[in-house]
């Protein structure tokens, strides 16, 4: 069974930085690809970032390009996404998955985290 468990997220201000983890157990794929998705209230879950397996390809949002970076350290099964310059429309709910490739879509990550709550105060 695999367990996604996400941490890090907080109560900080604008202009203030975190660093979200997720770590990974059980087995997954051979070669699994992670991303971040996040979650605002009354809106639906979009993507945020995305690493390929041995880090070599990294896609972003447009709204998170240049803040935010994505990376992972496979002997700990962990992957990271260190957020800077934090805005208070990046509060919602962060989401680690894993799955086969690295995509942009939702739809392509099979295993999900349960989330970690970041909150930006203006």
């Known amino acids: 069974q695999v367990q996604l468990v996400e941490s890090g997220g907080g109560l900080v201000q604008a202009g203030a930085s975190l660093r979200l983890s997720c770590a990974a157990s059980?087995?997954?794929?051979?070669?699994?690809?992670m991303g971040w998705f996040r979650q605002a209230p009354g809106k639906e879950r979009e993507f945020v970032a995305a690493i390929s397996w041995g880090g070599g390809t990294t896609y972003y949002t447009d709204s998170v390009k240049g803040r935010f970076t994505i990376s992972r350290d496979n002997a700990k099964n962990t992957v990271y996404l260190q957020m800077n310059s934090l805005k208070p429309e990046d509060t919602a709910v962060y989401y680690c998955?894993?799955?086969?490739?690295?995509?942009?879509?939702?739809?392509?990550?099979?295993?999900w985290g349960q989330g970690t709550q970041v909150t930006v105060s203006s």
């Open positions: 059980g087995r997954t794929f051979s070669r699994p690809a």
């Open positions: 998955a894993t799955g086969q490739y690295t995509a942009v879509v939702a739809g392509a990550y099979r295993y």
